[in-house]
């Protein structure tokens, strides 16, 4: 674990009350302090026993207002950005939305960091969504996908592009010492909001039917989330990941849709059932990282496999119905 290597810092987590961030603060809260800038549009954070922790400063703020978070970001010796629309859901509901958050809510955080006097490491969230509708063993360096104009799903994508072409520049131009990671498909408690997993083991838990949209043939790698945070300390930490992007995810982990729902139906010993509907946006076939990167440079590799992560993800949910 490369954790303990951070201590008495102050660390800035936009989107710090989602479900990725929140986790890393768990394992940063003890021996650092943490402000927490986020909008809450989702809250992770008020589950979590270190909620009142001393060394937590909980920010309601919006990445949009440039004013409030150069405010709110001074001090700060690194830098995370988790802030984002995410979800599919939420994304072809409101693409605008998407885009502003995304690209303009970047651009602010970046310039803001770039104000620090000593900042030590900037980490921006990106997607695996980048790499289109078929992505299998997509490396770093694989051409990205845009997506066709008008289908909502790619907003996400694009956006999410735009940030990592804007961050790599801020790179480049001021020397701000920036990392980018790609987390693909990650779960694990204290999920919020949308995803396959968490959505199927609660409804698996009480014996309700699973819905599968589409034919279910769709291919994922799942990543657990403590895998997820393991991979964001070394980029937090590691001098080689400075101005480089990660793909971080599991790539043994893989599974169709339709072979997630029966697994997660078997390990949990659940009576549910499996139906199919029908898909109403465009959807990613296949998506597996290669991760060799992240071993080389990070020597990070996850750890932990689909069916120990559900058992674990399972375990949170029944406490938490």
Not at 158 to 180: C, D, F, N, Q, R
Not at 212 to 226: L, P
Not at 280 to 297: T, Y
């Amino acid at each position: 674990m490369y954790s303990h290597e951070i201590q008495g810092e102050t660390i800035f987590i936009t989107g710090g009350a989602g479900f990725i961030g929140s986790t890393l603060i768990g394992k940063l809260i003890e021996k650092n302090q943490v402000i927490v800038y986020d909008n809450f549009a989702r809250n992770a954070l008020e589950s979590k026993e270190f909620y009142k922790h001393p060394n937590l400063t909980v920010i309601k703020g919006d990445v949009l207002d440039l004013e409030a978070l150069k405010q709110s970001i001074q001090g700060a010796t690194y830098v995370i950005h988790a802030a984002g629309i995410a979800g599919i859901d939420t994304v072809i509901k409101s693409p605008i939305t998407t885009m502003k958050v995304n690209m303009i809510g970047s651009a602010n955080v970046l310039g803001a960091a770039a104000t620090l006097s000593s900042c030590k490491r900037v980490v921006c969230f990106s997607t695996s969504e980048v790499f289109g509708q078929i992505a299998f063993r997509s490396e770093e360096t694989s051409a990205t996908v845009l997506g066709a104009v008008g289908e909502a799903r790619w907003t996400y994508a694009v956006s999410k592009l735009a940030e990592e072409h804007l961050a790599y520049s801020y790179y480049k131009e001021k020397g701000l010492p920036v990392v980018t990671v790609r987390p693909f498909n990650i779960y694990g408690p204290g999920q919020v909001g949308e995803g396959a997993i968490r959505n199927f083991i609660v409804r698996a838990l009480k014996d309700e039917t699973l819905y599968i949209h589409g034919d279910g043939t769709q291919i994922r790698a799942w990543c657990y989330v403590d895998d997820m945070v393991e991979g964001i300390l070394r980029c937090m930490t590691s001098p080689k990941a400075i101005g480089e992007s990660f793909n971080i995810g599991n790539e043994r982990a893989v599974t169709t849709i339709y072979g997630l729902a029966n697994t997660i139906i078997r390990v949990l010993n659940s009576k549910s059932t499996i139906e199919f509907m029908k898909q109403e946006h465009a959807d990613i076939e296949l998506r597996v990282p290669k991760v060799n990167k992240a071993k080389e440079l990070l020597e990070f590799e996850a750890e932990v496999d689909l069916e120990k992560g559900i058992l674990y993800t399972a375990e949170y949910y029944k406490g938490n119905k």
